[in-house]
């Protein structure tokens, strides 16, 4: 659902102050005690987070196209075909929306998760990361797998979340990774076509 209000500029701008607003009242409803600071130390937090996310997408693409092959590629296009919509505006949009759930699922969902239901954090980590991943689910069947993959990217945010104890810090790398992504999609799509 995620991935396809991310084609529309105008639902896309509508999700991110759903999810703000949504996150922030329940925020200070629930009396959750995450901050939004950002501090220099954090910087290395940051560095950390986009080499693990950039080495663990770049590994699962190459794991796949070696393990699966010809029927990973075929699904890898399609979904870079499903962000064809997509000029810049809605690539940023898109990737604002990211911040936004980050607000809403690190930073709600998976500390309420801790402070509430006792959870561990390795747990509600897992649990927020199945939801993140469902929440992400295309409506086109081959694409489904792609769901699960938002689900390890969903861990490892909440894991960077929780070894940082930062939500500025996951939600600069969730925006960033995804305007990123986009971006890759798009030229992607320019060199297929010639």
């Known amino acids: 659902m995620l991935f396809a209000v991310k084609n529309r500029l105008g639902l896309t701008l509508l999700m991110l102050t759903v999810f703000a607003a949504l996150a922030v009242g329940l925020h200070h409803w629930l009396e959750l005690t995450w901050s939004f600071a950002f501090h220099a130390e954090q910087l290395r937090d940051l560095l950390l987070g986009f080499l693990v996310m950039a080495a663990s997408d770049g590994s699962l693409h190459l794991l796949l196209q070696r393990v699966v092959g ?3 590629l075929v699904r890898y296009r399609a979904l870079a075909g499903y962000f064809r919509m997509q000029g810049a505006p809605q ?12 607000l809403l699922f690190r930073g709600v969902m998976l500390q309420a998760l801790q ?20 929440a992400h689910l295309i409506p086109q ?8 993959w938002a689900v390890w990217e969903g861990v490892l945010l909440g894991g960077v979340f929780v070894l940082s104890g930062s939500l500025a810090v ?15 999609f798009a030229h992607q799509r320019r060199r297929w076509a010639t």
């Open 141 to 148: 069947r081959l694409l489904w797998p792609f769901a699960v």
């Open 70 to 72: 010809e029927s990973y």
């Open 91 to 102: 690539m940023v949009a898109g990737g604002l929306l990211a911040g936004g759930e980050e």
């Open 170 to 184: 996951v939600v600069v790398l969730h925006v960033v990774h995804d305007i990123l992504g986009f971006a890759i």
């Open 115 to 134: 402070t509430f239901a006792g959870l561990a954090a390795p747990w509600a980590v897992l649990v927020v990361a199945l939801v993140f991943g469902l």
